[in-house]
Nanobody, 125 residues
Framework: QVQLVESGGGLVQAGGSLKLSCVAS????????MGWFRQAPGKEREFVAAINKYSAETIYADSAKGRFTISRENAKNTVYLQMNNLKPEDTARYYC??????????????????WGQGTQVTVSS
């Protein structure tokens, strides 16, 4: 199994940027496809972005395309989410997830097998 810890959240103005990090322990990051999800108060968890193991192919939610970039550094056991041009509707708690399966499954099934505790992102207007 793998333990995941997110960091990098905070309060920013609309149009600003944040870079989230997720560090894995207990296993090597390269064994997993990785993803980012978010959940706002009163709403269900939604998929944001994912990156495949082996190929590093990426998938983005429509809301994230052109603004967010997911990347991984397997040697550091870390996955990142670079968020640019943030909007108030991006406000949510962001969760890192890992799966033995694929980024496509994370997107289509909203699936993760292991989850971090999340990091809060708040975007003010």
């Amino acid at each position: 199994q793998v333990q995941l810890v997110e960091s990098g959240g905070g309060l920013v103005q609309a149009g600003g940027s944040l870079k989230l990090s997720c560090v894995a322990s207990g296993s090597t990051l390269g064994s997993y496809s990785m993803g980012w999800f978010r959940q706002a108060p009163g709403k269900e968890r939604e998929f944001v972005a994912a990156i495949n193991k082996y190929s590093a192919e990426t998938i983005y939610a429509d809301s994230a395309k052109g603004r967010f970039t997911i990347s991984r550094e397997n040697a550091k056991n870390t996955v990142y989410l670079q968020m640019n041009n943030l909007k108030p509707e991006d406000t949510a708690r962001y969760y890192c997830a890992a799966t033995f399966l694929t980024a496509q499954v994370m997107s289509s099934k909203q699936r993760g097998d292991y989850w971090g505790q999340g990091t809060q992102v708040t975007v003010s207007s």
